[in-house]
């Protein structure tokens, strides 16, 4: 048997490289925690009021999804989630730019962007009510103030610290601001806009869940508080694991935008 890096070949017949199937590590850990979660609840640890078997919570999620019911929470939160995602990372590009670009703006506007950022999610849920009323509105901006954060440091840090070997080609092509910023500047920082931009997407998911608990007739979040309210913690979980869910398809999504852009 001759192995190399990416395959085995046995008898002249190639097979598929063990890297290829390196993913599935990740579902052992998820894996155990069910069993110990059926185990937990099977002899008697939990009540089935406070955790329901995990095979109750496919069954309502699988009964859910049947009726369409559950389709519908889950487009409306994905709606959400991509606007405030592309609003955010939006006004994060706008700001990023200057900040790292600018020292001026950097001293105008980092400080106040080093303290908001601390705000936590739940926080700005009042604000945004009494100025934006309970539309869907609210709950996309709310949503783009937790991807904004993530991107803006993640590209003014990057932009701040590219070489200045750089910076000098452009002096030596006697490039403007603007060529200097498109052809130099961003492709340099672009890494870092990535790693800003899969940062802020995780942000969003959390900040979708402030939003969609307060104010909203429709979404996971709504879907989670309303198990709350009917003392279903079926449900409850099975929201939860959605979330979870959804988050980490996103963040494969954007790792591997990421993986393909940067490759180089």
């Known amino acids: 048997m001759a192995t190399t890096g990416e395959s085995y070949t046995v008898g002249g017949v190639g097979l598929p490289s063990a890297n290829r199937f390196r993913w599935l590590l990740g579902l052992v850990v998820p894996a155990l925690l069910v069993v110990v979660w059926h185990l937990l609840v099977a002899t008697g640890v939990f009540a089935p009021h406070q ?6 919570v496919v069954g309502t999620l699988y009964g859910m999804a049947v009726t369409g019911e559950l389709w519908g929470h889950i487009a409306i939160t994905l709606q959400r989630v991509f606007l405030g995602v592309v609003v955010g ?12 670009y600018f020292r001026l703006a950097s001293d105008l506007v980092d400080p106040l962007f080093q303290s908001m950022k601390n705000i936590p999610s739940l926080a700005w849920v009042p604000l945004f009510l009494l100025w934006f009323g309970i539309g869907e509105s609210a709950k996309v901006l709310l949503i783009a103030v937790g991807a904004f954060f993530p991107v803006y440091l993640n590209l003014s840090t990057g932009i701040a610290g590219i070489d200045e070997d750089l910076l000098e080609v452009a002096e030596v092509y006697d490039l403007n601001r603007v060529e200097e910023l498109r052809r130099i500047v961003l492709p340099a920082a672009l890494p870092s806009l990535l790693v800003g931009i899969r940062g802020g ?3 969003a998911w959390m900040f979708v869940v402030a939003a969609e608990l307060i104010a909203a007739s429709q ?3 709504f879907l989670m508080s309303d198990g709350r309210t009917l003392a279903r913690p079926d449900i409850i979980i099975g929201s939860i694991l959605l979330f979870a869910f959804l988050g980490n398809l996103s963040d494969l999504a954007v790792k591997e935008v990421e993986s393909r852009v940067v490759g180089w």
Request: proline letters at 8%; aromatic letters at 4%.
């Open 51 to 56: 955790l329901p078997e995990p095979a109750r």
């Open 89 to 100: 990372v939006a006004v994060g590009i706008v700001f990023g730019t200057l900040a790292g």
């Open 201 to 203: 997407v995780g942000l």
């Open 219 to 221: 979404g996971i979040g």
